[in-house]
């Protein structure tokens, strides 16, 4: 199992510009989430999902979208990309009541 | 509203050493988590809780669960360097949907020669 994946690893964008963040788990977990991470802050969530077309927002969700059409995936949208959406991006899943499994993360930086 | 704290923040140790860091957190939960971050790296898990009384151990680490107290501990054993990292402990939401989890913000471990 390759577990939870994300691409890319590191990216820079210039403000104005929009990019997908993409996360994909073969664990088969109905549960998904994004959250980001600042230098030396702790974890802020984004959006989770609980299952295939069903999302909902967590604590920073503006600026983001995401949506899930498979289990599989799980993709975040940033639109109109700001210099305080730069940050360290962790996508992960896991099933109820069970831990999460993280990804490797996506570094942006948005100039 | 579940609220998870840590203590302390920050943890500066000997090598050979022992010390604790605290979790607390506010409402009924059934279990808890530990996790471990080194530096530019992910998250990855160390220890699930299940049950009032739960103690986990691997290596120099031991962790604890009182649900009573609301309180999870996680024991450092003669610290050694390999252990510098950020600890994080998280809890299931209360009210059972046991959707999301909510973090503490971390505990920045650093143990010196």
């Known amino acids: 199992n390759a577990g939870v994946t994300q691409t890319p690893k590191f990216r820079i964008l210039k403000i104005g510009q929009s990019m997908t963040l993409q996360c994909t788990q073969d664990?088969?977990?109905?549960?998904m989430y994004w959250y980001r991470q600042d230098p030396g802050m702790g974890l802020k969530l984004i959006y989770y999902s609980v299952g295939a077309g069903i999302t909902d927002k967590g604590e920073v969700p503006n600026g983001y979208n995401v949506s899930r059409s498979t289990t599989e995936d799980f993709p975040l949208r940033l639109e109109l990309a700001a210099p305080s959406q730069t940050s360290v991006y962790f996508c992960a899943s896991r099933k109820a009541k069970e831990t999460q499994y993280f990804g490797p993360g996506t570094r942006l930086l948005v100039l | 509203e579940l609220k998870v704290e840590q203590n302390p923040l920050f943890l500066s140790m000997q090598e050979g050493k022992n010390y604790t860091i605290y979790c607390n957190y506010s409402?009924?939960?059934?279990?808890l988590y530990w996790y471990r971050q080194d530096p530019g790296k992910s998250l990855e898990s160390l220890f699930v809780l299940l049950s009032n009384g739960a103690v986990k151990q691997e290596g120099r680490l031991m962790a604890s669960l009182d649900t009573k107290a609301r309180l999870s501990t996680l024991h450092i054993t003669a610290a050694v360097h390999d252990l510098s990292a950020t600890y994080f402990c998280a809890v299931g939401d209360s009210g059972g949907s046991n959707y999301k989890l909510t973090f503490g913000k971390g505990t920045l471990l650093t143990v010196n020669p």
């Open positions: 664990m088969n977990h109905n549960y």
């Open positions: 409402t009924t939960s059934d279990r």
